[in-house]
């Protein structure tokens, strides 16, 4: 069994946070030796907002991880569904549940993060047959605080510190791990979890699967904007934009301010069709919202899908292409670069460097 300190060498060893939740369940299963340990983010979608359990792990060596990315929304439990989930966020501190007795087994609730201000919310669910001891405490609290400052660590690096969404690094350095196949068997070793962040670009471009989708969205005339009411106001219609962005697409969906006026969403789907909806709603959001001090402010959306053999560049080549024909033909439009093909407007040989996408 691996100490107290070679645990938080481990975790802050990763550069990457969605590593973050499974490296410190397996630390917490592995010291504390409880019969289980949950990891649960609320994620929201359209306001709704669900529990999420991103790592469940036992002491047996069972359990499993989810990407976020890839998991069906309206299966997961309602945030009342999970009351003590809910009072240990709502009070910030430890919740018990002895379902058989004051000195018999229960659940501990921990928040995995702290105060009120944090736009992440979450718990830690820990099965024992017994009290957490101030022992266990102490060591769950030693953990999560190291957790906490590699996550906000992380968050700075990759996020954009205008609006606060993710950067162009981010979706670099996330670009691949985030569209792996899952594993087909659950939790398997350290290793396999592992693997999908440490093996060769040839290696994993043929694990990607079919049903990842990256878009890009540009703000309509924004050169004018600036030009008309200046720089302050134009950062102004920025941050809106983010905002608009993160009402209008799924919690677990990845999104970017790639520079300027340009944003990219990374997300699973399983249709086309959903996708373009998807866009869609965040167009019609973006053309009735009222910006104060410049009013009405469109965009232009354009998406792919991810294939196997792409990369960053090729895939935010073909979702730029798409959004130029939007330009070009009124704006205010959202087109898939896969439709545009399939439709002979375009043709599908795709040379990176032909646009400046920044």
């Known amino acids: 069994m691996a100490t107290l300190t070679e645990h938080i060498i481990k975790l802050t060893d990763h550069r990457d946070r969605e590593l973050l939740d499974l490296t410190l369940a397996k630390a917490l299963i592995d010291l504390l030796r409880m019969d289980r340990l949950v990891i649960a983010r609320v994620v929201s979608e359209e306001g709704v907002k669900r529990w999420l359990d991103v790592a469940s792990l036992d002491v047996r060596g069972g359990g499993k991880v989810v990407d976020p990315l890839r998991v069906d929304f309206q299966s997961l439990r309602e945030l009342n569904d999970e009351r003590e989930r809910l009072r240990c966020l709502q009070e910030g501190g430890l919740v018990e549940y002895a379902w058989a007795g004051e000195d018999g087994p229960r659940i501990s609730y921990l928040p995995l ?90 290696e994993r471009r043929h694990r990607v699967p079919p049903n990842y989708w990256l878009g890009t969205v540009t703000v309509d005339n ?7 009411s200046g720089h302050l106001i134009a950062e102004e219609v920025l941050l809106l ?8 697409f799924r919690t677990y969906d990845r999104i970017y301010r790639l520079g300027s006026e340009e944003f990219a969403v990374l997300m699973h789907c399983p249709e086309e069709a959903l996708v373009l909806a998807a866009f869609e709603r965040f167009r019609v959001n973006m053309e009735k919202f009222n910006f104060p001090q410049v009013g009405r ?9 991810v294939t196997a053999d792409d990369s960053p560049n090729t895939t935010l080549e073909r979702a730029e292409r798409a959004v130029d024909y939007a330009q070009r033909n009124g704006r205010n439009q959202v087109h898939s670069h896969d439709d545009l093909v399939r439709r002979g407007l375009f043709d599908d040989d795709v040379k990176v460097g032909a646009v400046d996408l920044f």
Do not use: W
């Open 241 to 248: 934009v983010a905002r608009i962005m993160n009402n209008t």
């Open 297 to 305: 402010v469109t965009a232009c959306g354009g998406f792919t899908r």
């Open 222 to 228: 924004f050169g004018a904007i600036t030009d008309k």
């Open 113 to 202: 993060f702290a105060g009120t201000t944090s736009e992440d919310e979450g718990v830690i669910e820990v099965h024992a047959g017994a009290p957490l001891s101030p022992g266990h405490l102490q060591v769950i609290e030693d953990m999560v605080h190291v957790y906490r400052n590699m996550y906000k660590l992380l968050a700075y690096s990759d996020r954009d510190a205008l609006t606060g969404l993710l950067n162009r690094k981010a979706l670099d350095d996330t670009f691949y791990s985030a569209v792996l196949e899952e594993m087909d068997h659950g939790l398997e070793s350290e290793t396999a979890v592992l693997e999908a962040h440490v093996l060769p670009v040839a």
